[in-house]
């Protein structure tokens, strides 16, 4: 007993929606994974359903009831990746938390790299992606798109071509439990907080099963949420756009001035000059008033408070919920940090 005291342990956190078809091999790489690494560490695996409409949460509920080491959370509906993989970060009891995917483009063998990194005295280990397989061209050029976009606006701690797959220490993990944004970029998050950093390097596989559930709209509303979090850069535009306009109108009478002074000529004006220059201006004010109103909408959502996400069921072997900070809920519902979990009947 003392021995299975001195490990450990480790949590693997796995976001899922609708994950029917790919979960049976996620659950068959994991169950080698456990038992080979038993010996070493204690073992959890925290499989979230984001909202599935499909057998995710079934599937989820008979792997956790067969296999006390596998704990399963249903969310009340669809949060989310982030609120989903904040919610795995909240109940993870791990010394070490790793994050993955449930498409097995995350591949299990990689976590004993993460381990040893994170046994040498790395806080937080990424794993970064040296060849994307699977993804197309159009993927691929705007996710290095983004993050150049990102360094151009001056975010320094985002670590390019990582993800969600990497491994923290409990202690890391703490300082990022206590940073309350509701639109959250975890990637830009787990950067901003420090600590000691490492990287293991690895070859994205290809989807097992299924297909990508990030559609173009989604990753642009990601994508958002990383410049606007990160970077008051978009809010300056309006400076910029007055300076180069600024500019160009003294420019332009510079131009007038001579041309009338010592070329005896008239600037023409006309109707299609005037509709230029005023539409020009009406553009790039409503720019900036969209630019200006995606902070301010921002603010108005943190400002409500809501939680993260919301627990409707749980197969969790009697693990407790994380109580919020400062107090021990008494009540049916109770509060976790930014996430809330409901008592379900059996």
Known sequence: ?????????????????????????????????????????????????????????????????????????????????????????EWSTGDAVIALDADLQDPPEVIDELLQKWEEGADVVYAVRESREGDSLFKRSTAALFYRIMGALGVRHLRADS???????????????????????????????????????????????????????????????GVVSFSLLPLRLSYLTAGLLGLAVFAYLFIALVRHLFLGESTLTGWSVLICVMG??????????????????????????????????????????PPPPGSIPSTGISEISRGIVESVPK
């Open 1 to 89: 007993m003392s021995d299975q005291k001195r490990k450990p342990t480790v949590s693997l956190v796995i976001p899922c929606f609708n994950e029917e078809k790919v979960l049976p091999y996620l659950h068959q790489d994991l169950k080698g994974f456990l038992d080979r690494m038993s010996r070493k560490y204690i073992l959890e695996v925290l499989l979230i359903d984001d909202g599935s409409r499909d057998g995710t949460w079934t599937l989820i509920r008979d792997y956790a009831s067969g296999d006390p080491r596998i704990k399963g959370l249903a969310l009340s509906r669809n949060f989310g990746h982030q609120s989903a993989l904040s919610c795995g970060y």
């Open 163 to 225: 993800g969600d797959f990497r491994l923290m220490s409990r202690r890391s993990l703490n300082a990022l439990k206590r940073l309350p944004e509701y639109h959250r970029f975890l990637r830009g998050m787990v950067g901003w907080i420090g600590f000691r950093t490492s990287e293991v390097r690895f070859n994205r596989k290809p989807r097992k099963m299924g297909t990508t559930k990030y559609s173009f709209s989604k990753m642009l509303r990601f994508a958002m949420d």
């Open 280 to 321: 020009a201006l009406g553009a790039m004010n409503l720019l900036c008033l969209g630019i200006v109103g995606e902070y301010v909408g921002r603010i108005h959502e943190q400002s409500k408070n809501r939680p993260q996400y919301i627990v409707l069921e749980s197969v969790d072997h009697g693990m407790s919920p």
